[in-house]
């Protein structure tokens, strides 16, 4: 015990011996003559060593200042109770009288009060309480049991689609951003490029595909989780597997749009081209057409979503009835309707068929063209300006942004919306005396006069 009594003063000896040593060669290298850098050393060590000693003293005096605000919290909250208490107890002993008077006004006055404002009301939550939290309980002891022991199981097993659901949905927010972000950007025109509202389109039916994608998925899911209730949801969410529904949802929202942000500018911009004749009024006169188009087309597909969804309700139930699928009748696959086989615009000639946009195509034979679409019911007949050699092939190509809008059977009321392939091209060949002369030409759907351009080889 005496060694180590022995180093640890030893210690603090040496360690006081250097503390001072290099105080008194700060000192006298400050106030002695001494190299410069060795004074400006000193001075910088006598700076640290006085913001040691601050700091060692200003720590010391927060301690002090910190522990003696806190005793004198204490100290004030118990000379309060202290305080309270005393007042209690002299009231008490020395005028019980006030006491009685207070109890009388409590009890005639305030008591009541309290009952009926707080304690009944409090009475009756308890007693809705008491019948609501078993039942929560209860509710939630049977969702974690059934994650637990029953869904969780499965979504790993089915985890496969699982990231098909999450996919859709992303690609479900990444098409209605871009959707959202070009149709916003459409209105950032000047003069007459605003002249074309049909090209203000918000594009809805790529994003309804994605929602379709979403809801097969989940269906998928349902019937693995719970096959029973795979019937009920088949029905309840048919309209959202329905390309008609999507076009009803896409026709209507622009409709809206259309008419009370699209119509508004396109009135103004077409206004301004006025050269004051007789055909001012008119353009300054709004143009409903494309708001009619889209509220006829979305009527239009409102009424197949429904034939349809009702026609699907009755095989899912008869289904379920009887037990068996329903046996549906073979359709024909063919793409050219019945009223193009039995016409004789072509004569037992040569046909081919062009795939125009998502609804359109055409047969022609070179000389003739007839459009059709989703429907047989109607059809477009159009005539080339010279006998094209179909033989060379057909092209569906793109006439002019003329941003037609067809509301007719044959397009089911959808625009076709800007530089869509709405139009047909050939070309025939002919030898010549100055080479080979190649003549072609483009045969809009609209009815236009065709464009014809040749050039010789």
């Not at 410069?36 to 060590?45: F, G, I, L, R």
């Not at 008077?101 to 005639?108: A, K, L, S, V």
């Not at 597909?301 to 329903?326: C, E, H, K, Y």
Request: glycine content about 6%; charged content about 10%; overall charge negative.
């Amino acid at each position: 015990m005496g060694m180590e009594l022995f180093a640890f003063s030893f210690a603090i000896s040496l360690v006081s011996f250097f503390v001072a040593t290099v105080i008194v060669e700060v000192v006298m290298c400050i106030f002695m003559p001494s190299p410069p850098w060795k004074k400006s050393a000193a001075q910088q060590v006598f700076v640290s060593l006085l913001g040691m000693i601050f700091s060692f003293f200003s720590c010391i005096a927060l301690v002090v200042i910190r522990a003696f605000t806190s005793l004198l919290r204490w100290w004030l909250l118990l000379f309060l109770l202290f305080t309270g208490f005393s007042c209690i107890y002299v009231t008490y002993t020395e005028y019980p009288s006030l006491w009685v008077g207070f109890i009388e006004f409590y009890n005639f006055n305030l008591g009541p009060y309290i009952q009926q404002r707080l304690i009944l009301p409090l009475n009756i939550l308890d007693l809705f309480f008491k019948g609501v939290v078993p039942l929560w309980d209860s509710f939630w002891w049977f969702f974690k049991a059934l994650s637990a022991q029953g869904l969780f199981p499965i979504l790993v097993n089915e985890l496969k689609t699982v990231m098909d659901i999450s996919m859709a949905f992303i690609q479900f927010l990444r098409h209605l951003m871009e959707a959202l972000f070009s149709f916003g950007t459409s209105f950032l025109c000047t003069g007459s490029a605003c002249l074309y509202p049909e090209s203000r389109v918000l594009d809805l039916l790529t994003c309804l595909g994605d929602v379709r994608q979403l809801v097969t998925h989940g269906l998928k899911l349902i019937q693995v989780i719970c096959g029973t209730l795979a019937a009920p949801f088949d029905i309840i969410t048919f309209p959202l597997l329905d390309p008609n529904f999507a076009s009803f949802i896409h026709n209507t929202v622009n409709g809206v749009i259309h008419l009370f942000f699209v119509l508004p500018q396109v009135t103004v911009e077409r206004c301004q081209l006025k050269t004051g004749d007789s055909f001012s009024i008119l353009l300054c006169t709004p143009d409903f057409s494309p708001v009619f188009h889209f509220f006829l087309a979305g009527m239009n597909s409102l009424g197949l979503t429904v034939d349809n969804w009702l026609n699907m309700a009755f095989v899912i139930i008869q289904q379920l009835v009887v037990g068996r699928p329903m046996a549906c009748s073979s359709v024909d696959t063919g793409m050219i309707p019945d009223i193009v086989k039995n016409t004789p615009l072509f004569a037992g000639l040569p046909t081919v068929v062009v795939g125009l946009t998502d609804w359109l195509y055409a047969v022609t034979d070179g000389k003739n063209a007839m459009y059709m679409g989703s429907s047989d019911a109607d059809t477009k007949i159009q005539a080339w300006p010279y006998a094209m050699d179909i033989s060379l092939g057909v092209a569906a190509v793109t006439y002019s942004n003329t941003h037609d809008l067809d509301v007719s059977a044959l397009s089911e009321g959808k625009t076709s919306g800007s530089m869509q392939t709405t139009s047909m091209m050939a070309c025939n060949c002919s030898d010549t005396s100055d080479g080979i002369k190649i003549l072609c030409a483009i045969l809009p759907m609209t009815g236009k006069h065709p464009v014809l351009f040749w050039f010789v080889i």
